[in-house]
């Protein structure tokens, strides 16, 4: 039980991840590239739409942002969008101090998620 608790992955789910690196080219290109392509692109616009600046060429399962200088600091961003259009946006802090200044958005959410949110923070920034 220790080692599934803290120590390693959950070994059925290592075997499940094995198992996947058999899957075929389309099946990556359609269920991961695509997916997650789609994604990143609603979790891009939401970052344009609040102002922050982003590495285009980072790569991952997140989008980080930093915020716009009119922020006194993260806090005062997401409290705001959490409030106003409901909207949870991890704030970078958490991570360490050097994400003070940044945002983090996951790519795992489903993409009528990322959409919704988008949606919202829009209105709100009307």
Request: hydrophobic fraction near 35%; proline fraction near 3%.
């Amino acid at each position: 039980m220790k080692s599934n608790v803290d120590s390693g992955m959950f070994r059925p789910l290592q075997l499940a991840a094995a198992e996947a690196l058999h899957n075929t080219e389309e099946w990556h290109a359609e269920y991961n590239r695509e997916v997650y392509g789609r994604r990143r692109a609603v979790a891009e616009e939401i970052m344009k739409t609040l102002g922050c600046t982003y590495d285009p060429k980072q790569v991952g399962m997140f989008l980080w942002g930093r915020i716009p200088e009119s922020y006194t600091d993260v806090e005062e961003l997401t409290e705001r969008i959490l409030h106003e259009a409901r909207v949870f946006i991890t704030p970078g802090f958490i991570f360490g101090s050097n994400g003070k200044r940044y945002i983090r958005i996951s790519l795992c959410a489903k993409e009528e998620k990322l959409q919704e949110a988008l949606e919202r923070i829009e209105k709100m920034k009307e």
